[in-house]
């Protein structure tokens, strides 16, 4: 069946640091791809989603670009901030419902 | 108030015991969702319902069961607790919007379950 892996974490960055989490899928076709993120003490949200093979989804200074080619989809953002610290969760859509990747806790310091 | 309310947030019970959580939202979507999160695996989803008529099991469904009261409430049941039942649940909601979906789904805020 469709499955989403991400990198492990914990990432611990300073502030103002590049951050790259790494996520791949399999699935029998091309299925959209989101990025959820999970704050301390609350639910899952949207950060950014991408339906289609070189779509970049982007929102709050992060991006993230589907490849096919690859099959992966990547989180990335240039500049991170304290507020940032959160857990990141990518995920694709077999239709109707959404397969998530196990989470990446990530620890962003002043 | 939130558009996706569970209750309780909260939860202490002993091996055994008959649990459930409830799911209400003020959304108008007609899809929802139970997923439970462990720590290092992720969210798995366990059921969801397209509409008031419709139930399907999710990857992990064994030891649970679902109901679906009306359009805003979605419950769910364990039965008989045992510890690995210990977990964060959540419930979501979705609109199809067209074709498959749009894969954007509106979480509550967790229910925390610990069985002793």
């Known amino acids: 069946g469709d499955s989403v892996t991400q990198m492990e974490g914990p990432v611990t960055l300073s502030e103002e640091a590049f951050l790259t989490i790494n996520c791949t899928y399999t699935?029998?076709?091309?299925?959209?791809l989101f990025w959820y993120v999970q704050y301390p003490g609350e639910g899952l949200q949207l950060l950014l989603k991408?339906?289609?093979?070189?779509d970049k989804g982007s929102n709050k200074g992060f991006e993230a670009t589907y490849r096919k080619e690859t099959t992966s989809f990547h989180l990335e953002k240039g500049s991170v901030q304290v507020s940032d610290s959160a857990v990141y969760f990518c995920a694709s859509w077999d239709p109707g419902k959404l397969i998530f990747g196990q989470g990446t806790t990530l620890q962003v310091k002043p | 108030d939130a558009d996706v309310t569970q209750t309780p947030r909260n939860r202490i019970t002993k091996t055994g015991k008959r649990i459930m959580l409830e799911c209400s939202q003020t959304k108008g979507h007609d899809r929802m969702y139970w997923y439970r999160q462990d720590p290092g695996l992720g969210l798995r989803l366990i059921y969801y319902?397209?509409?008031?008529?419709?139930?399907n099991k999710g990857e992990i469904s064994d030891g649970y069961s679902v109901s679906r009261q009306a359009q805003a409430k979605f419950s769910l049941s364990l039965e008989s607790a045992i510890p690995n039942q210990t977990a964060l649940y959540f419930c979501a909601t979705s609109d199809p919007g067209t074709g498959s979906g749009t894969g954007e789904l509106f979480f509550g805020e967790g229910s925390r379950l610990t069985v002793l």
């Open positions: 699935a029998t076709g091309y299925p959209s």
């Open positions: 319902s397209f509409d008031v008529k419709d139930i």
């Open positions: 991408a339906t289609k093979a070189d």
